[in-house]
């Protein structure tokens, strides 16, 4: 895992389009998803990330085959390129952004959707903890939490 440079974002941002219209549907529904891609949100989340130096890819091959969002304590995203996923990339990815975030915080955390019933199982498998639902709009989220 290495911080994105700029000729990475392009890349990055279709890495992120084509997972969450390939596995956010089942529980999102097509409407939201098609919603977030088209609005160009996606792109966006990515992009200000970016700039704020928070985004990390990882590579294979030379090709990049995820992505990790850090900010402060939290993993705000972490994702693998869905033609790479079930190769074991992800537990890779996530051991490596908790590294780098243990290195400065004794606590860490992400959200998941509630209904995202593989990304927990995924999360808790690899040692986190379910701490509660999270209050927002839009779909329902849960916080999970680490300690070092």
Known sequence: MRPASATDLPALQ????????SRYRPFLGDESVEGFIGSGASDD????HFRQGHVHCMTAAG??????????PTIDLIMI?????REG????????????LFAEYDEI?????TSNHAAIAF???????????????GPERVELVRHR
């Open 14 to 21: 279709e890495l992120a389009r084509r997972t969450i219209d």
């Open 45 to 48: 989340h990515i992009e200000s």
């Open 81 to 85: 390129d869905v033609d790479r996923q």
């Open 89 to 100: 990339l992800g537990r890779v990815l996530l051991t490596e952004a908790e590294k780098m």
């Open 63 to 72: 090709r990049i085959v995820g992505l990790a969002i850090l900010e402060g």
């Open 109 to 113: 955390r992400l959200e998941s959707f």
């Open 123 to 137: 999360y808790e498998a690899c040692g986190w903890s379910v701490k509660g639902p999270l209050e927002s709009a």
